[in-house]
């Protein structure tokens, strides 16, 4: 926990209908998955969501029309930043389970798979953000090793109920180019350091510096509207376009 308050970009995840039974209060809503990022230059790149199997979460009235699901916790905050529909109070229409969210389609802005499924990651906090987190295999060290678990194994994937369409379709796209790391440094560093799995986490948060600071100083785009630009110059106008167009929204903790 920082001093100053985190500023990320909350990546409005569309739920596609028909709504599943648990989900069944929300119809006629538009309900989104909200992602807390602080890499919105890299939503070209998702391959799915992530949303913790024994986390606790909420559908949050945003507005009349608008609904967020979210841990409580960070509901409570964005009710006092101007994202609920009753100022101050977060109003919660239905509880709803990790469990519950997997295998739900989505769909999110910029990514070039046009629909991604919520599937499951037992190492994300539940003090952090709002629970939700969407995946970028390409530049996400966790990411990546969390995707690639799911995978190459069946067992956990049966474990989960994760239907084989809704990961094995999912290749890896290259968006950012790093001197040095390629155009897949997530997978590049993760072999470096012969990081094993997601609970690798002294390599996994060594895997993140190295690739989170190149990616900034030094990538540079290879797809979208800023295709050639430096990261450091495409991610405040991709940031600026998010939120412009309605697709994401600011939150600070
Ligand atoms: B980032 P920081 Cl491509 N639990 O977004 C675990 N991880 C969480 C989380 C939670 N509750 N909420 C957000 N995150 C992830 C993209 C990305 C991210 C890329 C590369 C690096 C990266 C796609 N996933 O983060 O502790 C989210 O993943 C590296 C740090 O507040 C979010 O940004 O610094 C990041 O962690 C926020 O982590």
Redesign the pocket.
Known sequence: EGVLP?E?VLIKMKVIPPFPLKLKVLEGKNVYLA?????PE??Y??TNC?V?PDGKYGAFEVSDTDIFIV?ARSALNLAYQNLSKVPEKPTCLAEISGNDLIGLPLKSPLSFNEIIYALP?H??????????????P??????FMALQALVTKPALRAKYGVKDEWVLPFNIIPIISIPGFGDKS?EKVCADLKIKSQNDKEKLAEA?RM??LK?FTDGVMIVGEYNGRKVQEAKPLIKKKLLEEGSAVLYSE
């Open positions: 985190q990320y992602a807390a990022t602080l890499r890299t939503m790149g998702q992530w913790l841990t990651m190492t994300i906090l539940t003090d952090k953000g709002t629970g939700i987190v969407t995946s970028v390409s530049d996400s060290p966790d990411d997530a993140k690739t989170y990616g």
